[in-house]
T-cell receptor, first 113, second 114 residues
């Protein structure tokens, strides 16, 4: 079945880069996603990558995809205190005319001033 | 405002109570989802509905009973729950027909079973 794994915690200093890693199992996933959850809120899409890409850059965010190893990472450059949140990796797979999203545990990022 | 509204935001219930969680989306999406979020565990997919039809039941105990009367509304009926069912229950919707679609989440209902 589908499975997505992430480490639970990451702590970085303000201004440093953060790298959040994820491994997934479903090699047929067409898209892979990063979602962000701030305290007291639901998840919001941060960025995504199509499975035939190796890298995607979006301002301070860089997504790297190693399809062979089924490894996805999210790099946040110049991390700010406002980046403190839980970051979820997700893959999607088809289910009866629509898609379902399989998420990991989330990585809690703490940014130290 | 994410377009997905969940009520109530907080719920405390006894193990013999019956209660319902409500989710509403005004985004015109065809698919709706229930997820359970517990500390240190993966976000757990419970149910998927597509155009009101259930397409996925992820081996969820029968004390959780979903209902989707139309594409805009989704309920989760709860009865005889256990303390380990205490968690944040998140509803989401998407228009996922072509492989990529953003899932929009509500703020969740924090459920405590006493």
């Amino acid at each position: 079945g589908e499975d997505v794994e992430q480490s639970l915690f990451l702590s970085v200093r303000e201004g440093d880069s953060s790298v959040i890693n994820c491994t997934y199992t479903d090699s047929s996933s067409t898209y892979l996603y990063w979602y962000k959850q701030e305290p007291g809120a639901g998840l919001q899409l941060l960025t995504y990558i199509f499975s035939n890409m190796d890298m995607k850059q979006d301002q301070r965010l860089t997504v790297l995809l190693n399809k062979k190893d089924k490894h996805l990472s999210l790099r946040i450059a110049d991390t700010q205190t406002g980046d403190s949140a839980i970051y979820f990796c997700a893959e999607s797979s088809p289910t009866s005319g629509t898609y379902k999203y399989i998420f990991g545990t989330g990585t809690r990022l703490k940014v130290l001033a | 405002e994410t377009g997905v509204t969940q009520t109530p935001r907080h719920l405390v219930m006894g193990m013999t109570n019956k209660k319902s969680l409500k989710c509403e989306q005004h985004l015109g999406h065809n698919a709706m989802y229930w997820y359970k979020q517990s500390a240190k565990k993966p976000l757990e997919l419970m149910f998927v509905y597509n155009f009101k039809e259930q397409t996925e039941n992820n081996s969820v105990p029968s004390r959780f009973s979903p209902e989707c009367p139309n594409s805009s509304h989704l309920f989760l009926h709860l009865h005889t729950l256990q303390p380990e069912d205490s968690a944040l229950y998140l509803c989401a919707s998407s228009q996922a027909e072509t492989g990529f679609a953003e899932a929009f989440f509500g703020q969740g209902t924090r459920l405590t079973v006493v």
